[in-house]
Structures are given as C-alpha cells and as structure tokens.
C-alpha cells in the first residue's frame, strides 16, 4: 500500500472550490429518472446523456472527480474518446461506483445491506489498470420504528472497512458513503442521533481492519429531518447538528468529507452546505459529491429541449463550487431562510 499516494488522491478529490460528480446511477435507477422526462432509457441514450455531463465546457473548473457506474466508466463520446480520457485531461479524476446494490439483512426486517466484496478484489484492480484513481461503495441505514440496529449498522460497517482496504491495497482511494436515509417521518434529533452511532461503529472498524484513514473519504448525508415528517427544513440548524456530528465522530486524520444531496431539492443542497463551510474550520476537506442537485435540472432541459443543457450544468456546478466554500451568491444564500423539501 502506497500510503503517500492515497493521501495525495484523497486531498485533490476534497481540493476546495471543486467537489465531485456522482454519475454513477445504476441502470434501473436512470431508467426511472428518464421515464419521469419521457425518455426512452437505453444504452445509448444513457451515453448521450452522459456525454453532456462529461464533456460540459469549464467542468474542470469545478470538478475535482466524476463517480462513473461501470457501463459508462467504458462508454466514448461521439468521437471515440473514453468519458475516462476526457476526465484525465481536464484534470479530473475518474471514480468508480463498485458496490452491487442492496439485498435485506436476514432476520432484520426493513434493513439493508450492500454487496459485492466477493468479486471486489479482481474487479478494482482491472478499474484501477483502466485509470480508476477513487472507488465509492453505498451502504444505507434507514430510520423508522425499532430501527437501526446496532447489527444493521455492524454489518454495513464491516462491508464497508473491507471495501475500503481491499481498495487501498490496490492503489485506488476508498469513498464509504454509509448513507442515513433521508426517507420517513424521524426528527432532526433522530437523525442525529443515528448519523453519530453510524459513524463510531464505521471509524472503529475501519481502524479495526487496518484501513489508512488519511487515504479514505466519508461520503455522508447531512443532519435532516425525515421527508414525511413535516418539519421544515432550517438551512442554519441543518448546518449547526451536521458539523456537530462531524466533529464530534468523525477521526481528525480522515482524508476528506463529501455530502450527497440525498433527495434534497437542489436549492437546499446548496443553501445546506454552504452554511455547513461557513461554520467551519474543518479538519479535513469538504466538499460536495452530487447527483441529482446537479443534474435534475439538466436532464429535463435536455429531455425538453429546452436551454443549453451544458449551460445549465455548469451553472448548477457553479453554485455548488461557491457554496462548499461558504460563498454562495446572495441570490441564493440566506441561513435564515426555511423551505420545505421534496423529492426529485
């Protein structure tokens, strides 16, 4: 294990002003996204698609790395170029999303654990020959009556630390997203409370099965109330309870800190982790790792035919690069402001 060279991944992926772009949806998932624009969801398609995301003029400027699902981690622009190759040379570097989705945990009803560390290690190091610098692995945890577990919450944690080594043995940054989900009718303090269990029992075993957590990133959800559970949401206490639970619980030589928008409108994505930077200092980089804050607004323009979709990216880029700085625009900053949130 090349220690060294794992911190210096991990640091650029958490450069500040930059963050990453989670492209990696699954099949099933895109295929959702695009029957709600009334797109036929197809192998092609995807990749152009894709293709606007990857090529987008100025991505660079606010892109430190791009999450790729293992189809399009291959796939090429209309000229040939590997999405990979485009990525490398404007200075992005190419992740790949390796879990293998989610199957019940036996016995535990209304929990979840992720898959795919059988065939983990020959599959990251043909992504790692091919160019992959970073992987990223989703586990979730969910609220609602009598859950988590602790066993939930054990097994997921254990999953992800093995990912985490068997990556870094193979020279490729580990990102463990254990994903509190913003789903159901819990309060912000339930959130709290199970994002802070969540991580005690992740560190303790990542450290237990010798991962280098100066080489690894935390890719997390903020501190939320349930979506159902009709609380608005107050960009300022949202900000105060999630660096709360980040310094109190997560290691101080971790190698950076990403947040997923999580079904968050884009907007509250934004206003979220802007007040989240302004409430710093952090001891390690954070920044943003979104999907649909970023993209929903480009997908339907480019469904519609409406606009640039390529302007439209960079604009959402734009915003989220200001606000992991804390410098979010007027127009679209004020920590008083209270909204409620939906699901895209």
């Given at each position: ?27 099933a998932s895109c295929e959702k996204r695009f029957q ?89 190091e043909k992504y790692a020959k091919y160019g992959a ?212």
């Amino acid at each position: 294990m090349d220690t060294t060279e794992l911190e210096r991944i991990a640091k650029q992926l958490v450069h500040p002003g930059k963050g990453i772009l989670a492209a990696d949806e699954s099949n099933a998932s895109c295929e959702k996204r695009f029957q709600a624009v009334d797109v036929d969801c197809n192998r092609e398609t995807r990749r152009q698609y894709r293709q606007i995301l990857v090529t987008a003029p100025g991505s660079g400027d606010y892109l430190n790395g791009i999450i790729f699902f293992d189809e399009t981690f291959w796939q090429a622009d209309d000229n040939g170029k590997t999405f990979t190759e485009i990525a490398k040379e404007r200075g992005i570097l190419p992740g790949i999303k390796v879990d293998e989705g989610l199957v019940d945990l036996p016995g535990f009803a209304g929990e979840k654990v992720s898959k795919g560390l059988d065939s983990l290690p020959e599959r990251i190091e043909k992504y790692a020959k091919y160019g992959a610098k970073f992987a990223k692995w989703r586990s979730v945890i969910a609220i609602g009556e009598g859950i988590p577990t602790v066993e939930c919450i054990e097994s997921n944690a254990f999953v992800l630390g093995r990912y985490a080594r068997i990556c870094q043995d193979a020279g490729v940054v580990p990102i463990v997203e254990p994903e509190v989900l913003f789903d159901g009718n819990h309060s912000i303090e339930n959130c709290e409370e199970v994002m802070a269990r969540t991580f005690d029992i992740l560190f303790e075993t990542m450290r237990s099965l010798k991962v280098h957590l100066p080489g690894a990133i935390l890719k997390t959800s903020m501190v939320l109330p349930g979506k159902d559970s009709g609380q608005s949401i107050d960009h300022n206490v949202v900000g105060e309870k999630t660096v709360s639970v980040l310094h109190k619980h997560v290691p101080q030589e971790l190698g950076g800190v990403v947040f997923l928008s999580g079904g968050q409108t884009p907007d509250d994505a934004f206003r979220n982790l802007n007040v989240i930077e302004q409430k710093g200092s952090h001891p390690w980089g954070v920044t943003f790792s979104y999907s649909r804050a970023l993209q929903d607004p480009v997908l339907k323009a480019w469904a519609h035919h409406e606009g640039d979709p390529s302007a439209i990216f960079k604009e959402q880029l734009k915003q989220a690069a200001e606000a992991s700085q804390g410098k979010l625009s007027e127009a679209h900053s004020n920590e008083n402001f209270v909204s409620h949130s939906q699901d895209l």
